[in-house]
């Protein structure tokens, strides 16, 4: 599918902070990411086995996963992260120089599948770093699934609703979930119910949260995030990573220098 970003969507998104592009990944690209995260579930349930818990961090066995940074160990991931979709999408909204910071499967258990409180992705950042001031990064949530209030899509507060642009707030770690919370109002945000294929952008400094699954199947998103710089901690520390994407608007990404480097680490 060729897709560019329109100029009403790029207002859109420096307005509100965030922007719906509905159903840009085609159907093949779909069905392999579909097949892929139930490769990195399986991968997951082993490792917990492994180590003999339900629970780690913020992934708790059938009911929440949350499986990061894996796109080395899967090609056709790879090929879904620094494509042509990404690559119109990140540049258009970040400019022509784009690393790849996190990515990570995001998925709610049937008839069990937990909440997820009002954050920032940039909170995370924060409650480690409390003297952060990286730029915001842009998050690119992918629904792989029909998303609806039943199962748990996600719902976004924009700029100026209840936080300044660009203004990261303090979060509280909650126990139990281990979710970092960034704020306890009533405001319940614009709820975002998409059919699958759709992504969803927003700058990390957005508020978002999701709902529990309620139905009878998996809710299924991928995120995809993505920085106009390596962002580094407040002393000098890479923050997650920094892989070369667009470079002046060229695809500069290298699969085999890309794998050495970790092999060398």
């Known amino acids: 599918m ?12 420096r307005e509100n902070g965030f922007a719906i592009l509905e159903s840009v990944i085609d159907d093949s690209t779909l069905v392999a990411m579909q097949e892929e995260c139930s490769y990195f579930m399986g991968y997951t349930d082993s490792w917990l086995d492994s180590k003999g818990t339900e629970v780690f961090g913020i992934t708790h066995r059938n009911k929440r996963y949350f499986i990061a940074n894996r796109y080395r160990l899967r090609p056709r991931v790879a090929d879904f992260l620094f494509g042509r979709l990404m690559a119109e999408i990140s540049s258009s909204l970040l400019g022509p120089d784009v690393y790849l910071f996190h990515e990570q499967w995001v998925v709610k258990g049937a008839e069990q599948g937990m909440k997820f409180a009002w954050h920032q992705d940039s909170g995370y950042v924060k409650f480690r770093d409390p003297s952060t001031t990286h730029k915001p990064y842009l998050t690119c949530w992918c629904a792989l699934d029909d998303m609806t209030r039943d199962n748990g899509t996600i719902s976004v507060l924009p700029h100026g609703a209840v936080v300044p642009r660009d203004h990261i707030v303090d979060h509280r ?5 281990n979710d970092l919370i960034g704020y306890e109002g009533d405001n319940s945000g614009v709820e975002i119910v998409v059919p699958k294929g759709t992504v969803v952008v927003f700058a990390s400094t957005i508020l978002h949260r ?3 699954n309620r139905t009878n ?3 299924r998103a991928y995120l995809a995030q993505y920085s106009s710089e390596p962002l580094y901690s407040s ?18 990404y290298d699969r085999e220098a890309d794998l050495a480097q970790v092999q060398r680490k």
Not at 2 to 13: A, G, H, Q
Not at 173 to 177: R, V
Not at 244 to 251: K, N
């Open 173 to 177: 770690h909650e126990e139990g979930t």
């Open 217 to 219: 199947s998996l809710r």
């Open 210 to 212: 999701s709902g529990g």
């Open 2 to 13: 060729n897709f560019s970003v329109s100029k009403e969507l790029k207002t859109e998104f």
């Open 235 to 252: 002393n000098g520390t890479l923050w997650s990573q920094a892989v070369p994407f667009l470079s002046d608007g060229t695809v500069v």
